[in-house]
């Protein structure tokens, strides 16, 4: 995977997306698709705001199961069902938590990085 290839809003957008299914891992995958959505709005205007751009256009309303579904093929986030294999249900239920940690480091002792 080439990270590099991301720009600053993809980023944005994933964190965005990460920190809705922390928030609501419980949640119908609906609810966590519409949460994305409205907070991907909401942090688009603004950052079009801050820089002084026009706002966004657009309703924003398909960002969310879009954002989920990358943050599961980057592997940060996964389905809490998956479908049976060779069956049609394609559904991909609800996100846990991130599965990454971030900032975790194991500590030896006596060893100097």
Known sequence: MNITSYNIS?????????RVIAAMP????????TAVSKNVAKY??????????????GDFSAVGEK???????????????????????????VFMGPEVSHGETKVYAGVQA
Do not use: C
């Open 10 to 18: 993809d980023v944005g957008y994933h964190y965005i997306g990460l």
């Open 26 to 33: 419980d949640d119908t995958r609906e609810n966590q698709f």
């Open 44 to 57: 688009s205007l603004e950052k079009a705001l801050r820089l002084m751009l026009p706002e966004p256009r």
């Open 67 to 93: 954002i989920l579904q990358e943050l599961n093929h980057l592997k940060l986030a996964r389905p809490t069902r998956w479908p049976a294999p060779g069956s049609a249900d394609t559904e991909l239920g």
